[in-house]
């Protein structure tokens, strides 16, 4: 079995999380919506992740809706010690499987009520913050307002730790000011990097990043350079894909998705795959 403490440890406020994680969004159904196609499956998924040294599970109650938390917590719970279960809130599904914002202090608020219920929990072990706009093109406007009402909510004791999901360094500085943030989850992979300055700065701040699409989300990565690192170290290219990403900074930590116990073996591998330097600077070219 692969020994996940291989890639490490990261601290998120006073919970110690392995760097490589789970990203519970592919166990919805198809668009993220509805059941899953394969519901032992899921169940299995969560519950192989977990006895495989897994302790950090990103989710949400957008995914399904409700459909992922609530399946966290038929498998899991009681939930191990140790496990951190890190949600997001700031939208909700249409029934046409749209996806809404919902960032007034009201909405927030009952999605953070939603979230304890569906999860099975007194209180959310890191609650981000997820900005609406583009996944690519994150919005410039203040979040003030917004993180104030999960700030008055963690000061009720519902809420351990506050994270930002979707965001600029301009609005991590503005929620800092207001109270601490102890993780940010963008979107960035070996071809995506847009956010190399904002993840340096959290690096040196000692708060997380959280890459989400860290395989390429619904497309998956694919470059002739990835392919041919993989061939070269015996991996495949997805494995070599998460070990750039443990290699580039120790504040990542990873979330794949999957809701494929193979893939998720795969996936977990890569907590033990050490990237030469040659590969490294063959892959740094990719998205330079
Ligand atoms: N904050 C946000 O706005 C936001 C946005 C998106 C995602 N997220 C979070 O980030 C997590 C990761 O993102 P993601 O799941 O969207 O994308 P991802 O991890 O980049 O990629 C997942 C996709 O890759 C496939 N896959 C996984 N492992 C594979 C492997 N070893 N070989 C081939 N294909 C593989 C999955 O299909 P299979 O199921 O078939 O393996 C799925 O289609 C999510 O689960 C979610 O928790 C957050």
Not at 53 to 68: K, L, R
Not at 166 to 182: D, F, K, L
Not at 230 to 252: C, D, F, K, Y
């Amino acid at each position: 079995m692969t020994d996940l403490s291989k890639a490490g440890t990261f601290t998120l406020g006073d919970r110690s999380v392995n760097r490589m994680g789970y990203g519970a969004m592919q166990l919805a159904g198809p668009g993220v919506f509805g059941p899953p196609k394969d519901r032992p499956q899921a169940l299995a998924v969560l519950r192989e992740a977990v006895a495989s040294g897994v302790n950090h599970i990103d989710t949400s109650d957008f995914y399904g809706p409700f459909v992922v938390n609530q399946l966290i917590r038929e498998a899991l719970h009681p939930y191990p010690d140790g496990l951190t279960i890190v949600t997001k809130v700031g939208a909700v599904r249409g029934a046409d499987a749209s996806w809404n914002p919902a960032q007034s202090p009201a909405e927030l608020t009952s999605a953070v009520h939603d979230n304890l219920r569906n999860l099975g929990v007194d209180v959310l072990d890191v609650v981000n913050l997820r900005i609406t706009g583009a996944v690519h093109a994150p919005s410039e406007a203040s979040i003030a307002e917004r993180f104030e009402a999960l700030a008055a909510l963690q000061g009720q004791g519902l809420i351990r730790h506050l994270g930002l999901s979707n965001v600029t360094s301009a609005q991590v500085a503005e929620a800092r000011g207001i109270a601490p943030v102890v993780c940010v989850q963008n979107h960035y992979n070996l071809v995506h990097r847009a956010d190399d300055a904002l993840l340096n700065e959290l690096d040196e701040a000692g708060i997380a990043y959280v890459p989400f699409f860290p395989l390429g989300g619904f497309s998956p990565l694919q470059s002739q350079a990835l392919s041919d690192a993989a061939a070269s170290l015996g991996a495949t290219p997805m494995q070599v894909a998460l070990a750039w990403l443990l290699q580039r900074a120790p504040n990542i930590l990873l979330i794949p998705g999957t809701s494929s116990l193979a893939h998720l073996r795969e996936n977990l591998a890569a907590a033990e795959l050490a990237l030469p330097e040659d590969a490294l600077a063959l892959l740094d070219e990719i998205g330079g």
